[in-house]
């Protein structure tokens, strides 16, 4: 199981893949864009405002998440260490495709040649978060990832629908043992028109609302 500690997990800032909207995996390393850029930035002006701040950085290794780190590590400048078994869905042939074409066969649960199942992906993600917060258990943990981790992070409790996670969001995980479907707190943490804004996620939209005040 996950250790039932606080992190937090941002997703990368907008790619060039991403923005064609192409499938990049953990085949694929792809820059940053200038609005990927610009998302970190804000990204950073969120960790800034926070109380309760992470006190160490772990990202994939991916070009993508060490240029997010970064970024977002201007203003707080924290360790960071990387872990490649933080990376990306392995999609072998279906890298560098068009993304409406292979998030039906995701949703199946089919495995693509030379890649990994959902399952196998939530496996190896589940087991890299354990190990980093369990190795690192007196942090508070910032998982510079990518959006996929999020889509391992239901599956493993047993959600099977993909929730769309837009590029450089930070989240904030809480414990918490008796919340259903999952038994974690999840919140957003944006910085929108000079502020920082908190709320629920909706990787579990049945959660109260947040009760964590910015700075």
């Known amino acids: 199981m996950i250790p039932a500690r606080p992190f ?11 923005a064609l909207k192409l499938s990049c995996g953990g085949g694929i390393d792809t820059p940053l864009n200038e609005d990927g ?24 290794g991916m070009s993508r998440t060490r240029d997010t780190t970064v970024i977002i590590n201007k203003y707080i400048n924290l360790p960071v260490l990387e872990d490649n078994e933080l990376r990306e869905h392995m999609l072998g042939e279906w890298e560098n495709k ?24 939530a496996a190896r993600i589940k087991a890299a978060l354990a190990r980093n917060l369990e190795e690192h258990a007196s942090q508070r943990v910032l998982f510079v990832t990518h ?11 047993g959600q099977h629908r993909r929730t769309f996670i837009p590029n450089a969001t930070l989240h904030r995980f809480d414990p918490e043992p008796a919340h259903q479907p999952m ?9 929108t028109d000079g502020g920082l804004k908190i709320k629920p996620s909706p990787i579990c939209p049945s959660q109260p609302a947040p009760n964590h005040d910015p700075a």
């Open 37 to 60: 850029r610009r998302q970190a930035e804000a990204a950073a002006l969120a960790l800034q405002a926070l109380v309760e701040k992470p006190t160490l950085i772990i990202n994939s």
């Open 8 to 18: 937090y997990m941002i997703r990368h800032g907008e790619t060039v893949m991403n």
């Open 147 to 157: 959006g996929g981790l999020f889509h391992s992070f239901q599956r493993m409790h």
């Open 98 to 121: 068009p993304w409406d074409d292979i998030i039906p066969h995701l949703r199946a649960g089919t495995k693509p040649e030379g890649g990994e199942s959902a399952d196998e992906f």
């Open 183 to 191: 038994p974690w707190r999840i919140q957003v943490l944006n910085w």
